[in-house]
T-cell receptor
Framework: SAVISQKPSRDICQRGTSLTIQCQVD?????MFWYRQQPGQSLTLIAT?????????ESGFVIDKFPISRPNLTFSTLTVSNMSPEDSSIYLC??????????FGPGTRLTVL | AQSVAQPEDQVNVAEGNPLTVKCTYS??????LFWYVQYPNRGLQFLLK??????LVKGSYGFEAEFNKSQTSFHLKKPSALVSDSALYFC????????????FGPGTRLSVLP
């Protein structure tokens, strides 16, 4: 299984600012995924990031709010822009396994004041 | 569209007793089914999956799940619960015909009482 790290592990931010979350994988992967887990809720897919192409966003998520970079096969970033308290969530990245499962990073816990 | 239901928000079981966490799903094509566990302040850990083959699949930490196509269910089970099994459990489905997108259920909080 892939080993995935995320930075930062948690942050407290002011309304109107932006935060960039990093996701690093210990092996090369084609697809990386970004999820949001709002307090007490399940996971919701934000977007799928393929290296060398634009990210594909799910309904309800837009690039201006959640820009994603995927500069190589082991790294991706998600930016949460112009934050509001409603953006307070855990943000998780994941990668697809060879046998169809997904492996998740430890998550970034974001609190917006 | 894919969907997953976990009908119980909370399951309580005594240590040593068998546990079941329920999951039903809806997909238009063939389902790939997964169970994940989330401990407090941790990411999701993969437990087990059903892709094809035997309906009973065994996974990590003594957990198993049974795929029932007629009932569109994939319940998670363990013969003897441990206090350390207390966590949040998520069922997820992927439609084999529609790429890599997972849909997660709402989660079930399992409490194993000593």
């Amino acid at each position: 299984s892939a080993v995935i790290s995320q930075k930062p592990s948690r942050d407290i931010c002011q309304r109107g600012t932006s935060l960039t979350i990093q996701c690093q994988v210990d092996s090369q992967v084609t697809m990386m995924f970004w999820y949001r887990q709002q307090p007490g809720q399940s996971l919701t897919l934000i977007a799928t990031a393929n290296q060398g192409s634009e990210a594909t966003y799910e309904s309800g998520f837009v690039i201006d709010k959640f820009p994603i970079s995927r500069p190589n096969l082991t790294f991706s970033t998600l930016t949460v822009s112009n934050m509001s308290p409603e953006d307070s969530s855990i943000y998780l990245c994941s990668v697809g396994g060879i046998l169809n499962e997904q492996f998740f990073g430890p998550g970034t816990r974001l609190t917006v004041l | 569209a894919q969907s997953v239901a976990q009908p119980e928000d909370q399951v309580n079981v005594a240590e040593g007793n068998p546990l079941t966490v329920k999951c039903t799903y809806s997909v238009s094509g063939n389902p790939y089914l997964f169970w994940y566990v989330q401990y407090p302040n941790r990411g999701l850990q993969f437990l087990l999956k059903y892709i094809t083959g035997d309906n009973l699949v065994k996974g990590s930490y003594g957990f198993e799940a049974e795929f029932n196509k007629s009932q569109t269910s994939f319940h998670l089970k363990k013969p003897s619960a441990l206090v350390s099994d207390s966590a949040l459990y998520f069922c997820a489905v992927r439609d084999a015909n529609y790429g890599q997108n997972f849909v997660f259920g709402p989660g079930t909080r399992l409490s194993v009482l000593p």
